[in-house]
Every structure is written in C-alpha cells, then in structure tokens.
C-alpha cells in the first residue's frame, strides 16, 4: 500500500561531492523546495574566498543537502544498532538540513557590522511562520521547536545534537569535502566512508572503531589544514575587512542623514538596525551586489572608493603584526590622517585563531565534546592518547594578526609621508628609494 509519508519514487539529486543525495521522505522534498531553503542557492557557502579561489562559488544550498545526505547515511549505519523512533530520524533529517537556513549574503562582514547572529534567524525561520515552520508542523506543533533545539545544541538527546555539532559531524564532514572540491586544494581530503561505515552511537554521542583511526587522523588534519590555507587566507579576509568597510560606510553614512543618489531601500531595515524576519528573508547576495554597483557611481569618495575595490578586486595588503604593537597602530592612525586616509576605513587589524581539535577540558568556555575510540577491547578511549598525530595538536590554539591598509594609496603620497608610513609598516624599500609591494599572497 502506498504510505503518503514517502514520495511515490525516490527522488536524487546529483553531487559532485557524495555523487548522490537520495530523498524518499515527502517532508524533506517540501522543505527543500520551501522558498527559504531555496534562497540559499543564492548564497555562497565560502563568502568572499571565490576572489581568491575562483571555483570557490558554491552554496549554501548545495552544503546543506550535503550534510542532509551525510545524516542520511549515518542513520542508516546506525539501523539496528539503536532505536531511534520514526520521529526522531526525521529530527535528525530535518536539524541536518536546516542547521544553516538563517545563514544571509557574506555573514562574516555583514553581522558584524550590522549586529546580529543569523544562529538567531535559523530558529526564527523554523519556529516563525514561514513555509519551513507549517512542513515542519505536520510532524506537531511541538516539532520546529525540537528541530531549533537540536541545532541550537540545547535538544535533551544529546546524542542526536553531537551527530550536528561536535569534533565529528555531519556539517564539519560535509563542508570540509565540498569546499576542499570547489576551491580544488589537494588537501582536506579524507576517507569519509570509512568514518561513516566504522561509527557506532555509544551511549550520549558516539564513538569510531579503532580500525578508522587513521581516518580519523586524516580528517582532523584536514580541518587543520583547510582552516589555515583556504578558511583564513589572508586575501580572503582582505576581502572580508573591505566589504565590512563598505557596509560600515554606508550605515555611517546613513546615521549622519547622508542622501543615497539610490535609496538603499531594502538595506534601510539593516542600517537602521529593525529588521523583520520578511526583510531578512528578502536579502541574498544579489541585493548585496546591486547596491555594490549603485555605491561604485555615489558622490562619497570613501564609499564609492571601498565599493570599486570590492567590485574589482583592488583588495587591501597586508602586514603581520602582533597584538602589542599598539604603538605602531598609534603612529599609523596618526600618520594616515595626516595623509588624509580616514584609518577608521583604511587601517584595519583582523586577527583570527583555532583550535584544530582538543581533548575534554571540563568547565572551560569552550568545552568540546572529544572524539572517542572503541577499542577492539570493548574498552572506549580518546583519540589524542591513541594517536600521537593528533595528540601533536591538541588543544593548541594558534592565532594570527594582520594589519590591512591599501597599498597603492600610501605609495602615492608625498615623499615624507611615504617613508614615514612605509617604514613603520615595514614595506621593504626598492633601490630607486620608493615602497615596493609587501610579498603578498
Ligand atoms: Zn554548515
């Protein structure tokens, strides 16, 4: 007989990332093709790195059905070793698609300037009326709630959350593959059918069977080495400073009462800091771009100026610098107004850190659920005692501090406060006495 729950025929979706994304449940089809989730095509998963790896320009969309098949496949592992209900793998079917439904056009950039955390938009679109909201309310009207509280961590099935968000999820295992593919770095490759087929729920999370651990090794040096050659690249987050600058301006510019030659008239909620779950939804990277365009041809000189140069890709350089210099960024300040380059636009320091992986530290700010091994023994244990590669990196933080300016402006300065400024950023002086570029990139 057919069961109405399921679609008469499986639907598949192809993925250069898994091959195939299988979809058998009505509900997941329906949330797909709600207008919410289908915004996310229009919003790239990896933010600015497409301007320094130009195939990096998937999205979230394609990440999100990514993580909804790793689920899948989980659940499917997991058949007849645990019980879990009918509604409870929908759960996890429906946390692991939705995990990022809130996300909006260049995050990183745009929150900061604009004050929010789109973690808050992910479970205002799941539980708020949208089409998400009334699919998922066919399960109950308890059931958005459960799906916010799995992402938001707080769900009491905690073995289901740690299948979302822990040291080895659904999502890290997903965006890894994809964005190691689409930006086609050799690294962050690892054997994710392997992971999947030796993984065991064990009591609150799970576990992975000894024999999978060089998987594992693999895995967590492939985040090691995504997050410092492609998620933190220094151009990558160049870009990043001048779209915050840009976004900076324009609200700047609109606190002051400036008159927009365009009305920003979508961006209005934002810049006045009211936004609706409607303008929200209404924004996508194609919004972002039109008002880049209309801002490259404005009558202010900064923000047409930081406008073109996300446009164009005229990004800002780059030093190292160390939190102490407080001194240098003092000078500096002082030396670009002399100049007349407004530092609060054109001087920026960005300073980014990780944690590659960390053993269990209770009580600490960032307690992190480890990775736990089950020995042939029967016996569990954590994976930095059995592996001295990962034990090499547990729990060592590394940070990095890049001091951001726009080259080009202070090489055509006036003499003096050409040196003056070079000498402090340490730009390295050419034999015909003017700043070369910092080896950059
Ligand atoms: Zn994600």
């Known amino acids: 007989m057919h069961n109405p729950e399921l679609l008469s025929e499986e639907k598949v979706f ?4 898994h091959r195939y994304v299988h979809v058998r449940e009505r509900l997941i089809w329906d949330l797909i093709n709600a207008s919410e989730f289908q915004r996310l095509r229009r919003i790239k998963q990896l933010g600015t790195s497409y301007l320094t790896f130009h195939g990096g320009e998937h999205s979230r969309f394609n990440h999100s059905l990514g993580v909804y098949e790793i689920m899948r496949r989980i659940l499917e592992t997991f058949e007849g070793r645990i019980q879990l209900s009918r509604e409870e793998k929908l759960l996890c079917l429906c946390a692991a698609l939705l995990h990022d439904v809130g996300h909006g056009p260049f995050s990183h950039s745009f929150e900061k300037v604009f004050r929010f955390h789109h973690e808050d938009w992910t479970r205002a679109i799941i539980t708020g009326e949208t089409e998400i909201n009334r699919i998922l309310r066919r399960m109950g009207d308890g059931f958005p709630q459960k799906v916010a509280e799995v992402i938001a961590k707080t769900y009491e099935n905690k073995l289901i959350v740690s299948l979302i968000s822990s040291q080895i999820d659904a999502d890290r295992m997903d965006y890894l593959l994809r964005d190691a593919y689409y930006t086609g770095v050799n690294y962050g490759n690892f054997d994710i059918e392997r992971i999947l087929r030796l993984m065991r729920p064990h009591e609150d999370g799970i576990v992975i069977k000894f024999s999978g651990m060089h998987a594992v090794e693999d895995y ?5 080495q995504m997050y410092w050659q492609v998620y933190f690249h220094p151009v990558t987050r160049s870009a990043e400073v001048v779209l915050r600058k840009v976004f900076q301006r324009a609200k700047d510019l609109f606190q002051a009462g400036y008159s927009f030659r365009v009305e920003p008239v979508q961006l209005l909620p934002f810049l006045r800091e009211e936004i609706t779950l409607a303008d929200y939804l209404a924004l996508d990277e194609s919004v972002v771009f ?5 801002w490259k041809a404005e009558q202010d000189p900064i923000l047409k100026d930081l406008s073109s140069r996300f446009l164009d890709r005229k990004l800002f350089k780059y030093v190292e610098c160390t939190p102490k210099d407080f001194r240098l960024i003092a000078d500096l300040q002082k030396l670009f107004l002399e100049a007349g380059i407004d530092p609060s636009y054109y001087l920026e320091v960005d300073s980014t850190s990780d944690l ?7 009580g600490e700010d960032e307690e992190r659920i480890p990775i736990m091994l089950l020995m042939p ?10 592996s001295e590669i990962v034990e090499s990196i547990s729990g060592k933080r590394r940070f990095d501090y890049k001091l951001y300016f726009p080259l080009e402006k202070v090489l055509a300065l006036p003499e003096g406060l050409r040196q003056a400024i070079c000498e402090r950023l340490g ?3 050419d034999a015909d006495g003017s700043c070369q570029d910092h080896p950059s990139d």
């Open 14 to 17: 192809k993925d250069p990332v």
């Open 220 to 224: 967590i040096m492939s985040r090691y």
């Open 290 to 294: 039109y008002y880049l365009h209309q």
């Open 356 to 362: 590659p992986y960390d053993f269990y530290r209770p």
């Open 377 to 386: 023994s029967g016996e569990i244990v954590e994976l930095s005692r059995k």
């Open 427 to 429: 730009v390295v002086k």
